[in-house]
């Protein structure tokens, strides 16, 4: 069966310091996979997609990129956190149409 | 561009009662998705319609989906603290993968 695996689950970070979360899924080849944003009591934000490796596409322009650099593996990288990077981050993954989702990373911004 | 509405915001209703969220769009939908999130916690696929008219249901969970497939609800018969989260609708795109996810109805459940 499919997992995916978040990490960190919760992270404490000063601004301007540099940020790296990881995202890998198992059980399954060449799926889509999606970062988000969910700010505390609010609905989910799409950052960026990818179909393939080395393929990002981004929603929003932001403080954030994202890295595909294996199949099941995706990377969402800052240099500089803001305050306003502070949220609940989830990784998903499809293969048709529905998404399944990691248990994300909470990230605070000092 | 395409944008899922969703009502109401916030419900909070008493242990035993029903619930209903919508969702609606101004344009005509490929499909409607629907996912649970529990406080905490990540959102959960719940059930996918793609015809029109749909109806579907998940013990006291009612899914349906409009005939002219613009919006859509899930009524939860006889609410019970377990009830408790913030259910998304989302369109999904066949091409990407990619959904567009409604605002959210977060449910409350006084025992």
């Given amino acids: 069966s499919q997992t995916i695996h978040q990490w960190p689950a919760t992270l ?12 890998t899924v198992e059980g399954t080849s060449n799926p889509n996979l999606y970062w988000y944003r969910q700010a505390a009591g609010r609905g989910l934000q799409l950052l960026f997609y990818s179909v393939g490796i080395g393929q990002i596409s981004s929603e929003v322009p932001q403080n954030l990129s994202a890295s595909r650099p294996q199949d099941r ?6 240099k500089k956190l803001l305050l306003s990077d502070s949220g609940f981050y989830l990784c998903a993954w499809s293969v048709f149409e529905t998404q399944y989702f990691g248990p994300g990373t909470r990230l605070l911004v000092l | 561009g395409q944008q899922v509405m969703q009502i109401p915001q916030y419900q909070h209703v008493q242990e035993g009662e029903d619930f209903t969220t919508y969702c609606n769009s101004s344009t005509t939908l490929s499909n409607i998705q629907w996912y649970k999130q529990r406080p905490g916690g990540h959102p959960v696929f719940l059930i996918q319609l793609v015809k029109s008219g749909e109806v579907k249901k998940q ?4 899914f349906q ?32 993968g990619k959904l567009i996810f409604g605002q959210g109805t977060t449910l409350q459940v006084k025992p």
Avoid: M, W
Wanted: aromatic fraction near 8%; hydrophobic fraction near 30%.
């Fill in chain 1, 12 to 23: 404490v970070q000063p601004v301007g310091s540099p940020l790296s979360l990881e995202c």
């Fill in chain 1, 73 to 78: 593996q995706f990377i969402l990288s800052s």
């Fill in chain 2, 59 to 62: 013990k006291r969970l009612t």
């Fill in chain 2, 65 to 96: 989906f409009g005939e002219a497939k613009k919006n859509s609800s899930l009524h939860i018969t006889a609410t019970q603290t377990t009830d408790v989260g913030t259910y998304f609708c989302a369109e999904g795109s066949s091409n990407t």
